[in-house]
């Protein structure tokens, strides 16, 4: 080889160091399900030699300069791990997508935090997660479908979305559950209503978060049982655009859209669905449901975003009610309704200002305005003429009372918020205030209701104009909080938070006090204190326990203050909250479980008592004990196989509870299952890819059917299977729920008109297809 040609061999060599001596990259992290950029990823190289590396921002971008380095490792905990080669790294614009574990336990939340961002193994308290993956592998058609996978929650499906809410509580109707969005309550205090998920978009939910136990120190009243927080699709950096339509065998049809893009410092996003069932399983059983919601971002700066969040809701469900034993034993699909119906619409609107002031200090600002109205010709006020009084039967077979009626309300809310972070001891500081004005209105009127005494079911009415209810109430909550957390020693975190709430009443009757039209004219005020302390201790990032004390409370609702002649003097139910648990992850996420043990203990909880004079009136006399552990486990044991289970036990007594003369006290609480169990297993086969299916099993146990325990319900077990395959950006799939086609009761009650059953959906073949054109932009590194 001659002098020149080994000359330049040397000088190409040399040439060539620099691109591996000294090299910038950046790129932005995605999230591969929903598009949305991940905060706190860990950037590293993975050479000996080079020792570089960072985090990504807020936007999921980072920066890095490295020496001698040719691969780099990304990593977070809610995150597979990806080494990427450094010569992929073309220019700024280059993403990577991260697929999410499921069931990871140091994934970050922010429901125990008001918003703000925690490793789940920082927080005190029990918390499920329903993950963006899960929501995309299930395919629900209604919020039950989802929240059951979490332990120890039974959300009850009463049929087209509409629903009863059992967690850390019996399954009930009582204003005991929050529900959020986006960390805002998507109702008043003082209102509540146990169908309020019908006025959630799940086409809009990429996130949902449970914290279980009490959590008035954060969110004020209703959070006894648990919070639930619906958290919405954001703006994409990458466009996304997806579609998807599907149907089943009883009737059900659905339409769903997602769009999102950023141009500049704007962010827009629209998701969501229509929904309609006709000629079902059951007679007069048709529901049809609207939901949108739109969002629009500035980014001012890099530390200065303004958020606005839209979501309209048009619901309308024919009303179906329970059937009866006799329906029951014979296993008949039948309604006795024809007329009664539930309508609902919903206006949710919030402008959210958050600004980073440093590294250690972030402010928001929110502006909220709910507009909601609830209409209704309601089964379950619907009774017969014809009963039986002092053991003689007496009155029209043919005739039944019944009222058509109407809620609503206006809600004007302001919330601000500030987080401090302190070098000492890692300690953080978190306060705020906030005020929620709300004006409401009921009305009902009676209508005269013709029953078919042959078929036994109830085939017009008519209405008239008799005034039942009508009064308008002016409801106001003022609220501070403060939490405060710090670290004394290593891996021991103490985090303890109070809140302060004052509920203005003002009540204001349109018709003579009775009754029926409720009380005089009147005003009452409540106050309550609620505090929680709390700390996690993590050995290892791999281990981690908890413990906490805690207290929720719930003011007396607008229909137990002012539906009598008289007000009752009434102060809010109070329920404190003993709690250990823990965590582990072990196998490189391969294993992870979590467990929590708790005793709940309700005090002043509003019961209907019999005074002196032969009345009833609501007094504050009741005691209940809820106790019980909750257990969920997820696993990889091998790469294609992914299990999830969830179990618990609980059980729910009246301490002392005596209501309309009868004693409680000692019995087990109604409608409150012992066992509950949910677990699902997913394959998918290396030699298939796009190709999944999974077995979902949903246990619920033995209950009592009444307060007096003299009838129970067996329980029901069901089996959900559901396959999917998708090719680049075509996903088909079908759904077979209740797959064995059992028949059985959704919630079973007994009372002194005899036994009620909820009739479950017989089994259905749900098919579905979607179109993601997102998909076909994604360029991995």
Known sequence: MSVVLRLALVLCVLVSLPAYAQKKISA????????????GATIQCTDSSCNCSCITNNSGKFEMSCK???????????YKAQRISIQQFANSSTMIWLQPYTGTLNEIIVTANRGERIKRSEAPIAIGVVSAASIQETKAQSADQLLNKISGVNMVNL???QHQMSIRQPMTTKSLFLYLEDGIPVRTTGLFNHNALLEMNLAATKKIEVIKGPSSSLYGSEAIGGVVNFISLSPTIQPMLKWSAQGNSIGYKRTDLQTSFKTGKWGFALSGYYADKRNSFMDYTDF????????????????????NSYTYTDYYSD???GVDSTAFATKQFFNPQTFTFRKVQAHRFRTTLSHQWNENANSSLSLVVRKNAIGQNPSYRIKDDYKRVNGVWKGNKSLAHGEINESSFKSLAIISQHKQKFDWKNATLLGGLSADLSPSAYTASYIK???DTISGKYDNYEASDSSLTNYTTRINNFAGFIQAAFEPAKGLRLVGSIRYDVFQYKFNNQLAPSSFSGAADTSTVFRRLSPKIGLTYNPTNKIGFFANYSEGFVPPQVTELFTGVKVPFLQPSVFRNYEIGGWMNLFKNNLSGDFSIYQLDGSNEIVNMRLDDGSFANQNSGRTSHKGIEIGINANPIKSIRI???????????EEFVEKGISYSGKEMNNAPRWLFNGEIWYRPNFLNGFRIGTEVQFVGKYYADPQNTASYPGYTVLHIRTAYTYKAIEIWMNVLNAGDRYYSTITSKSSFGYSYTLADPRSYNMGISLDLSTLLKKQP
């Open 28 to 39: 932005t992290l995605l999230d591969s399900i929903n598009q949305e950029p991940i905060a």
């Open 68 to 78: 001698d380095c040719r691969f780099i490792q990304v990593t977070h905990g809610s």
């Open 159 to 161: 049929g087209n979305e």
């Open 288 to 307: 049809h449901k609207a939901s949108l919601t739109a969002r629009a971002d500035y980014q001012f700066s890099d530390r200065t975003l303004v958020s």
């Open 319 to 321: 009303m179906r009610s």
């Open 449 to 451: 209701i013709h029953k």
């Open 644 to 654: 999830r289970t969830s179990a618990s036990y609980s059980k729910h007594m009246f």
